[in-house]
């Protein structure tokens, strides 16, 4: 072969190369450079999606079982949290039985999530009291409890408050009803307001879920 056939065959495929990387270059571009889709609007299933998920407060905390937890306790995995306390009348049973039917109602191909009490009655609530109260609705039910700052501040993250009173010599607790869902990078997704319907749950869920895996914003798991 004389040199200047070879030379032509090296531009050649320099030419097939650069169109090549082009190509990829440009697909590439594209796809990196697409707006991600809003967050859905949910108000018809009382929930709020954040367009760009919340990082909660960091924290060291008791599991049901006595574990020290943390804040990458909570990777891995999508979780309902609820703050609330397990002597609580009203608001924390219905809460806990509507996510017991909304866990039986979800489909196997979406990912199962936990479902998380932290507690807002740490003086009360011992691990052992929280492992007894969350065994009851089911194995992926989960409690927090310690220092009670720190999960006031936890509570805050999860956009909740909780206030003791004492009532002839009696505590009391106030604290918000709503549930808030994490994505598996532990951060706050969704906040989703009562009355709670497990089927508006699980609707929910699966439309939050679609969309943050379609836009790779921690759905994984």
């Given at each position: 072969m004389n040199r200047s056939i070879r030379l032509t065959l090296i531009v050649l495929l320099l030419l097939v190369v650069l169109v090549f990387g082009l190509a990829v270059g440009r697909q590439v571009f594209l796809v990196g450079g697409e707006e991600p889709a809003p967050a859905p609007v949910l108000s018809e299933l009382n929930t709020y999606v954040y367009d760009q998920p919340r990082e909660l407060a960091e924290f060291t905390l008791l599991n049901e079982q006595g574990e020290t937890v943390t804040r990458e306790s909570l990777k891995g995995r999508w979780t309902f949290a609820f703050v609330g306390y397990t002597n609580c009348p009203d608001i924390c049973p219905a809460a806990m039985a509507n996510l017991r039917r909304a866990?039986?109602?979800?489909?196997?191909e979406l990912p199962q999530?936990?479902?998380?009490?932290?507690?807002?009655?740490?003086?009360?609530?011992?691990?052992?009291?929280?492992?007894?109260?969350?065994?009851?609705?089911?194995?992926?039910?989960?409690?927090?409890?310690?220092?009670?700052?720190?999960?006031?501040?936890?509570?805050?993250?999860?956009?909740?408050?909780?206030?003791?009173?004492?009532?002839?010599?009696?505590?009391?607790?106030?604290?918000?009803?709503?549930?808030?869902?994490?994505?598996?990078?532990?951060?706050?997704?969704?906040?989703?307001?009562?009355?709670?319907?497990?089927?508006?749950?699980?609707?929910?869920?699966?439309?939050?879920?679609?969309?943050?895996?379609?836009?790779?914003?921690?759905?994984?798991?």
């Open positions: 866990n039986q109602l979800l489909s196997k999530p936990d479902y998380l009490l932290v507690t807002a009655d740490p003086e009360h609530d011992t691990p052992e009291k929280l492992k007894a109260y969350t065994d009851f609705f089911g194995p992926n039910f989960h409690g927090l409890t310690g220092d009670v700052e720190t999960l006031r501040s936890l509570a805050k993250s999860l956009s909740a408050v909780f206030v003791h009173r004492q009532v002839d010599g009696e505590l009391l607790v106030d604290h918000s009803g709503h549930l808030a869902l994490l994505n598996p990078e532990g951060q706050l997704a969704a906040v989703i307001q009562p009355p709670h319907q497990p089927e508006s749950l699980v609707e929910a869920f699966e439309r939050i879920y679609e969309w943050a895996r379609d836009n790779r914003l921690g759905a994984s798991s």
